[in-house]
């Protein structure tokens, strides 16, 4: 069976050809009207023997072909030369010199190509693994969340600030326990392999203990208890926040630890509230160090009310003027755009509108910066259902410190 030629192999075939067909044409007509004499007036065409040879090495993998074509050229050279004269001793000096200097250098040039082209393959093979082990680091310490986690609606945007990067110092994950739906956000001090396994001991803790203990405050503690251990005293630090959704009443609980403040979109609203706790308490791991008691917060969810969770990649994002990314303007505008197309749409009722937001979001933040973002940067939104399974008497914005 034949297999058709792409358009970029057509070309690289027309182009070889071309060369081929331009280098023996040169050979022909310069031997032509050199031993025919074709021409009366003087002419130096002799140099022009030189040019074969530097036409065949372009594009080729070996030197053969600029080595066989500089052969053919010095022939003719040769032919010339005994046609004029009547023997050897004739051949232009300078014509043979061109032609052996012209021969050498493309075959040399086109030896260096090959290996260049060789060390690019090694190179891009070794990174091609190396993005490999990243992307399996990312599955095994950030591990790909469901769009759904019980009546909530889910979607998490990860920008590495590495070109090549896949996963980095920041950290997320969810849990449904029997206290309810907790989430935790994180962001670990530094960067490097050091802050990935740093990631990777705060998100193994937090699966073990999210289902035990009762309360955030006590889930803080854990968390900064077991780092301390395995780091040692205030070694490492990870800015943490914590949520935890009760899906019967819907019911938002917070608890900060030094990490950016989590932004509520309401519904129809048009509007961002940031949930700013009294007093945040301090990271992970240096969680003895401070009083955490004011680092709470209690808000009710009304139904369609979108939750961000984010790291602080997002809000110190600079653009070319080294102005911040205005995350708390743009979310608003960017929630009324993701609602109109989603109403536009017959089917936006039935897609996952968080992951819709998020889009948009990262998107605007890539434009915002315009180059590799500086810092690593999550995003993670939370969006409410319809409607909670058991219905309030009211839908006040309670807050409770």
Sequence with gaps: MRIPLKAGQRRARWQDWWLEVSSAAVIVVVVVICVARAWTAPLLLEPLLAVPPALAGIGVATARKPLAYGGAALAAAIVIAITATGATRGVPAATIVAIIVVTALSAAATALSRAGQQQTTTQQQHLANVVSVA?????????????????????????????????GG???????????????????????????????DVLGMYREVAHEVHTLPELARRLDAGLSR?????????????????PEA??????????????????????????????????????TLGDPSGASLSVNLRPRDQLLLYTDGVTEARDAARRFYPLDDRLAVLAAAAAHAARASAAGEDGNAAAGLLELLRADLVKHVGAPLDDDAALLLIRSPAAWSSPRRSNPRAVTA
């Excluded at 680091?137 to 889910?154: D, I, N, T």
């Excluded at 001090?189 to 990935?196: N, S, T």
């Excluded at 395995?230 to 009760?246: D, K, P, S």
């Design 135 to 167: 992307e399996a680091a990312q599955r095994a310490v950030l591990r790909p969340l469901p769009e759904h986690v019980g009546p909530l609606e889910l979607g998490v945007v990860y920008l590495a600030a590495a070109a090549d990067a896949q996963v």
């Design 170 to 200: 920041d950290l997320y994950d969810v849990a449904k326990t029997p206290h309810g739906i907790r989430v935790i956000i994180g962001d670990v001090r530094g960067k490097g392999l050091g802050a990935v396994e740093v990631a990777a």
């Design 230 to 246: 395995r780091w040692g005293e205030h070694e490492e630090f990870v800015t943490a926040l914590l949520a935890e959704i009760n």
């Design 250 to 287: 819907g019911r938002l609980t917070l608890f900060n630890c030094g990490h950016p403040p989590p932004m509520l979109v309401p519904a129809g609203d048009g509007s961002v509230t940031i949930l700013e706790v009294p007093a945040p308490a301090p990271p992970l791991g240096l969680l």
